[in-house]
Structure formats: C-alpha cells, structure tokens
C-alpha cells in the first residue's frame, strides 16, 4: 500500500511563503502523476496542481503566477512552493497520487492514494 507523507504546513502572513513536500513510499506499480488538492472550511476539495511523471503541470487558476508544482521522480516526491499567499489560501492541502499497476496477467490496474492532509493558514 502507497504510504504519502507530508510536510511543510503552518501558519504565515498574507504575503508570505510556505513550501509543501510530499513523498510517497512503498509504492508497487508506476506513479503516473503527483498533485496538491486543498480544501477549506466548510467547502470542497479543490484541485490545486499537479504534475505528470512527463513533467507537464496543471494548476488551478487560483494558484497560477503564485505558486509553483515540482517533482522528483526518482525520489518520489512532490513539492509546492506557495508564495505571495492569501487568506483565501487557508485550507487543508493533501498530496494526491495516481498510478498504475499490473496483477500477474498483465491486467492494469489504475491507483490512486491520498496523504492525511496538512493544514496551511495565512493570517495576520
């Protein structure tokens, strides 16, 4: 079973920067794509990026020009660099993983795995 650890949440100011880390670990398969979803109080999960194993990105329009996804394939990990932060930023951001993995026939089987959650607050 993936286990998805994370790393980096906290509390800053509007306009301040915080990076997130994720690594993923036991992992049985290929991992096709890593992505931070978040969601905040009393509203759903969000989509916040992603990246493929290909290095192509995704980002919501809420997080375009302020934050940054990157990966490290070998590694396994998964970073976001958030910086000129809001307010509106405050929620639980989760590492997300999708992959894939074949039984002994071959079969593809596609996976996805979600971390515990680590919770970001940008307050003065």
């Known amino acids: 079973q993936v286990q998805l650890v994370e790393s980096g949440g906290g509390l800053v100011q509007p306009g301040g920067s915080l990076r997130l880390s994720c690594a993923a670990s036991r992992i049985i398969g290929v991992i096709n794509a890593m992505g931070w979803y978040r969601q905040a109080p009393g509203k759903g999960r969000e989509l916040v990026a992603v990246?493929?194993?290909?290095?192509?990105?995704n980002y919501a329009d809420s997080a375009k020009g302020r934050f940054s996804i990157s990966g490290d394939n070998a590694k396994n990990t998964v970073n976001l660099q958030m910086n000129s932060l809001k307010p509106e930023d405050t929620a639980v951001y989760y590492c997300?993983?999708?992959?894939?993995?074949?039984?002994?026939?071959?079969?593809?089987?596609?996976?996805?795995?979600w971390g515990q959650g680590t919770l970001v607050t940008v307050s003065s």
């Open positions: 990246i493929t194993s290909g290095g192509t990105t």
């Open positions: 997300n993983v999708h992959g894939s993995r074949w039984d002994g026939a071959l079969r593809r089987e596609n996976f996805e795995v």
